[in-house]
């Protein structure tokens, strides 16, 4: 390829004086490429081959040992001013890390290759995309970017010689948990990231681009980077309304995603498009609307518990071209994880490469699992069976509402809808989730993670909050903003609600509302829906456990509010006066209601 970019060929040369490989190779995205990479990962065993016949076109690959998911301890924004990064973030200054990180780089890449990989986060050439210029040495890392993103010739031409573009650094040195960094240098458009192979730490376009890097320039530029689905309903008379949605880890995101509707609401005539999983970029379009896309072209999805009832579009979205990471190896050349289809093979080699087989237990007596638990599988989202047809238009969607959720047994409702734009960013402010008897922590344990964004916003967090304010403040026409909660239970522990599909019939009244045609009940905490306003057709919930699902705890509420205040109090000063006041409203809301 030929590089007319002046400050890009002086980047990469000064970058590869650095860690010195011993080759360099552009990638162009072209299919002779990708067999040509694949055939020398499969040569040095960074990838194996998969059944072919059962699994067309997919690969398997193992991380290290101690390299298996993001590193937030070791992920660091490096602004001039602490303050700049914020509370919420590891924060050390640019000088450092450049310093920190450049001596593990130091000759790291001698006697490997250095891969460049051009590519747009979004549609090449889209008003919403941002290119970015990814330096290196692992095959596994060039494959994932191929499915994440749009790669190779075009998104070189269209950078041109002189446009802007994201410096991504990445090598893999020792894989030593000691020698490894995830540096995000917002004030420069730079990311460096050494010492991991894990995707979460090395696919640099994802969460370390998408989110933190891209976050602090919609700041500037007047847009939002969030980690949100983005979905299409379409309803019976063939009208489409997105929604995007925050979720934390664990509340079923990707299964919302591309869920497949439930038969009652089946017969209506209902269709789910599939836009994204996992990362949304919004902007205010000429018509006051916000509009947005999903910036990846790919989805990195967490294999464990993904089966055929959970999500059977996810399912079939990996049988073919897909790269699963630290799943079970079956003797077939298949692949298995616990929770996931099939019967449980007697035998396979497990993530760390060991043989395995289902009796085993560790020295505390517990099952030895297949697969690790954040095991993954990287799939084009053009195989998904729900894919929007505007996943490659360049004007994005338009979205009607954005969802916030968590994990709360007792306190918040199946669903309630904010009053106003201020107090749906105080809402999803303050989401949080309980952990779970699975999660390590005290379960019950409150953990906050505003608008899912905790461990992605790229500066500081109050006045990420003062930006949600602003941008609702510049829309003509703002989307509703609602809470979500599929995880009540009742007083045995048993969940209310049954979730999966059936959670479209509250995205049909949250639809409906949007279109104010659905009846609903004002509460201290928003609008919550009537019973008769929630299609139950086809699904046997008694009265009773309705009414439970929808309840709200006056005393839970304030105490809930105290912990709030709490959380809060770590901004200081950075606070808006606006989510104060929400707060305090709220409180006196509660105080007056019967």
Not at 41 to 48: K, N, P, Q, W, Y
Not at 103 to 122: C, D, E, L, W
Not at 293 to 298: A, D, K, L, M, S
Not at 500 to 522: F, M, P, Q, S
Request: net charge positive.
């Amino acid at each position: 390829m030929k590089n007319k970019h002046k400050k890009l060929d002086a980047w990469i040369k000064s970058m590869a004086a650095m860690c010195k490989p011993d080759r360099m190779v552009w990638i162009t995205g072209s299919d002779e490429e990708k067999e040509r990479l694949q055939k020398e990962a499969f040569a040095t065993g960074e990838l194996i081959p998969l059944n072919q016949k059962k699994l067309p076109g997919c690969v398997y690959h193992r991380t290290a040992e101690n390299d298996v998911a993001r590193t937030e301890n070791l992920t660091f924004i490096c602004t001039s001013k602490k303050r700049d990064a914020g509370p919420t973030n590891n924060w050390m200054t640019p000088s450092q890390g450049y310093a920190k990180a450049g001596a593990i780089f130091k000759n790291s890449m001698q006697g490997r290759t250095m891969y460049v990989i051009p590519f747009s986060m979004g549609p090449v050439g889209s008003p919403f995309s941002k290119i970015g210029v990814e330096l290196t040495d692992s095959i596994y890392v060039v494959l994932n970017m191929r499915i994440m993103t749009h790669v190779g010739t075009e998104v070189l031409k269209h950078l041109g010689s002189n446009g802007v573009f994201t410096k991504c650094l990445h090598g893999k040195a020792e894989r030593d948990i000691n020698r490894r960094l995830i540096l995000h240098f917002p004030e420069d458009n730079a990311i460096w990231s050494v010492g991991s192979g894990y995707g979460g730490n090395v696919l640099l376009g994802k969460k370390c681009m998408a989110l933190r890097i891209a976050s602090y320039i919609g700041r500037q530029e007047n847009w939002m980077a969030e980690h949100m689905l983005i979905m299409g309903v379409e309803k019976p008379n063939g009208h489409i309304h997105y929604l995007a949605a925050a979720f934390p880890s664990a509340c079923g995101k990707t299964n919302l995603a591309m869920l497949v509707p439930p038969q009652g609401l089946r017969t209506k005539g209902y269709k789910i498009w599939t836009v994204g999983d996992d990362i949304s970029w919004m902007r205010i379009d000429s018509d006051g609307a916000l509009w947005a896309i999903n910036p990846e072209t790919g989805f990195f999805g967490v294999a464990p518990g993904t089966n055929s009832q959970t999500n059977p579009n996810a399912v079939k979205t990996a049988k073919q071209n897909t790269i699963f990471t630290n799943v079970l190896l079956k003797p077939d050349k298949t692949v298995w994880w616990e929770d996931g289809d099939g019967p449980t093979p007697s035998q396979g080699m497990d993530w760390r490469g060991r043989p395995w087989n289902p009796k085993m237990v560790d020295e505390q007596g517990k099952p030895v699992k297949g697969a690790q638990a954040n095991s993954r599988f990287t799939s084009p989202i053009k195989q998904c069976p729900t894919s929007s047809f505007r996943l490659e238009h360049h004007h994005g969607v338009p979205i009607s509402a954005i969802i916030f959720g968590g994990w709360r047994a007792s306190l918040a409702p199946l669903v309630y809808q904010a009053f106003s734009w201020p107090h749906g960013v105080y809402t999803g402010a303050t989401m949080a989730s309980e952990r779970t008897a699975a999660q390590y922590g005290k379960q019950g344990e409150v953990r906050r993670d505003p608008m899912a964004m905790l461990p992605f916003c790229g500066y500081n967090m109050g006045d990420y909050f003062k930006h949600w304010l602003k941008m609702g403040s510049s829309m003509t026409r703002p989307p509703e903003i609602f809470h979500v909660n599929w995880f009540r239970t009742d007083k045995n522990g048993e969940f209310l609600w049954p979730g999966y599909g059936e959670n479209l019939r509250v995205l049909e009244w949250i639809i409906d509302r949007c279109e104010h045609t659905a009846e609903a009940e004002k509460t201290p905490i928003g609008y919550i829906p009537t019973q008769r306003s929630l299609d139950m057709t086809g699904l046997q919930l008694p009265p009773e456990k309705i009414t439970q699902l929808l309840s709200i705890n006056k005393q839970e509420w304030k105490n809930e509010l105290d912990d709030q205040e709490m959380f809060f109090s770590r901004f200081g000063k950075d606070l808006p006066a606006e989510l104060r006041e929400e707060l305090s409203a709220l409180r006196e809301r509660l105080n007056n209601s019967r």
